[in-house]
């Protein structure tokens, strides 16, 4: 965290950290609590930064509920049993569409050579293997981004 990072703090943990650990709950004008991952809807907004089962157990006891009514100051909203679901289904649509910019901008690589090559350069900032790769190739991989990142006979 920079002091450039904007610094929020979760109403559930009272834990502060950067907006990018967080996830902003807003009120959508029916008075549903929707999850904005983006931090783009407009209105004050309230912070998270829980595990799914710590949410999970917030909302079954009510925590959430009187977190979130202190934070908009008002008792007129409704949150869904389907909270976490919904924010963990915001999560993966983000970063798809973040892997799907990227990869129209030209700086997601794809091809077992090509994603070596840059690794053994120290070019990766990130390596994700396929579910369906084989552990001879994750292997290979994890070893060319150990050589790159100069971590090599470390167990990263």
């Not at 799914?52 to 049993?81: Q, Y």
């Not at 900032?125 to 579910?131: E, G, R, T, V």
Request: glycine share 10%; aromatic share 4%; hydrophobic share 40%.
């Amino acid at each position: 965290m920079t002091a450039a990072d904007p610094v929020r703090k979760c109403i559930l943990s009272q834990d502060r950290d950067s907006r990018d650990h967080l996830v902003r709950l807003a009120l959508a004008p029916d008075g549903a609590i929707l999850p904005d991952v983006r931090a783009k809807a407009p209105g004050r907004g309230a912070w998270i930064g829980v595990t799914r089962e710590m949410l999970e157990v917030a909302i079954r006891k009510g925590k959430l509920k009187g977190a979130l009514a202190r934070a908009f100051k008002t008792s007129e909203f409704t949150i869904s049993s389907e909270l976490p679901a919904m924010i963990a289904a915001a999560l993966q649509r983000n970063a798809l569409d973040r892997l799907g910019l990227e990869a129209k901008g030209g700086t997601l690589l794809t091809g077992s050579d090509k994603i070596e090559t840059a690794a053994r350069q120290g070019q990766l900032h990130a390596l994700y293997h396929a579910a369906d790769a084989g552990t001879d190739g994750n292997r290979k991989l994890d070893q060319a981004w150990r050589v790159g990142s100069d971590r090599e006979g470390s167990d990263v």
